[in-house]
Nanobody, 121 residues
């Protein structure tokens, strides 16, 4: 019913930049929040950044000052601008959205397919 499609992953040298994008489509009444998670090999999945419809954002301490999350509520998209990338940022990045469908008042969590980000030293 709802799909999240990610784009923008790739390979970059340390100090470089990448921009991830995520577009939500389907029978959407509203999207209450959108976020980016990542999971590196051998590590637990972690929240990187999140944004509510009202505009509040939060970031993991490890990316503060380097990453920026931005939402376009009208287009149901969310981007993650990643600057000053470090090898420690290497991971699969997943888009996440908390969605209210047109057919219900309940919230559901949806995930993108994942985008590989590799930062070389």
């Amino acid at each position: 019913q709802v799909q999240l499609v990610e784009s923008g992953g790739g390979l970059v040298q340390a100090g470089g930049s990448l921009r991830l994008s995520c577009a939500a489509s389907g029978s959407i009444r509203s999207i209450n929040s959108m976020a980016w998670y990542r999971q590196a090999p051998g590590k637990q999945r972690e929240l990187v950044a999140s944004a509510t419809t009202g505009g509040s954002t939060n970031y993991a301490d490890s990316v503060k000052g380097r990453f920026t999350i931005s939402r376009d509520n009208a287009k149901n998209t969310v981007d993650l601008q990643m600057n000053s990338l470090k090898p420690e940022d290497t991971a699969v990045y997943y888009c996440n959205a908390v969605v209210v469908l047109t057919t219900t008042v309940y919230q559901f969590r949806y995930w993108g397919q994942g985008a590989q980000v590799t930062v070389s030293s």
